[in-house]
């Protein structure tokens, strides 16, 4: 784990920060409004915003740590795509499928967040790839 992982952490923490206020702050704040009861008032949740700093350092950590021991010597474009994919199967699909099972969310609020989430962890996957890349040959 040298400067690499290290640079690579706080590209992927900042992406993710300002990926998921787009998503989940701008793109669904209408959807999560009409489901206010579901959730902390804004003022509410600030007091609790240290909690997604912390859970977005771990997320960005893992994530960088996962990418740099499978990464292969292939263009790194559509390999950071699959992993992108990959993860968001393992984390954004699931997660949001379950949250939809226990809590009274509305079906379409659901595939939002599965397609924006989504979105932004293909995003995630090509710059932590290029973040990786192998360097130019000559």
Request: aromatic residues 14%; without cysteine.
């Given at each position: 784990?040298?400067?690499?992982?290290?640079?690579?952490?706080?590209?992927?923490?900042?992406?993710?920060?300002?990926?998921?206020?787009?998503?989940?702050?701008?793109?669904?704040?209408?959807?999560?409004?009409?489901?206010?009861?579901?959730?902390?008032?804004?003022?509410?949740?600030?007091?609790?915003?240290?909690?997604?700093?912390?859970?977005?350092?771990?997320?960005?950590?893992?994530?960088?740590?996962?990418?740099?021991?499978?990464?292969?010597?292939?263009?790194?474009?559509?390999?950071?795509?699959?992993?992108?994919?990959?993860?968001?199967?393992?984390?954004?699909?699931?997660?949001?499928?379950?949250?939809?099972?226990?809590?009274?969310m509305p079906g379409?609020?659901?595939?939002?967040?599965?397609?924006?989430?989504?979105?932004?962890?293909?995003?995630?996957?090509?710059?932590?790839?290029?973040?990786?890349?192998?360097?130019?040959?000559?």
């Open positions: 784990m040298g400067k690499k992982f290290f640079v690579a952490w706080i590209v992927i923490f900042i992406v993710w920060m300002g990926g998921s206020f787009v998503v989940h702050g701008v793109l669904l704040h209408d959807d999560y409004a009409k489901s206010a009861g579901l959730f902390r008032t804004e003022a509410d949740s600030q007091a609790f915003f240290p909690w997604m700093i912390l859970a977005h350092v771990m997320l960005s950590g893992a994530l960088v740590w996962i990418y740099s021991r499978g990464a292969e010597a292939l263009p790194w474009v559509p390999q950071g795509l699959r992993f992108g994919l990959a993860i968001a199967l393992l984390t954004v699909i699931p997660t949001h499928i379950i949250y939809y099972v226990v809590q009274p379409m609020t659901v595939v939002k967040q599965i397609i924006f989430d989504g979105i932004l962890t293909l995003i995630l996957g090509v710059v932590v790839a290029f973040m990786y890349r192998s360097p130019a040959r000559s």
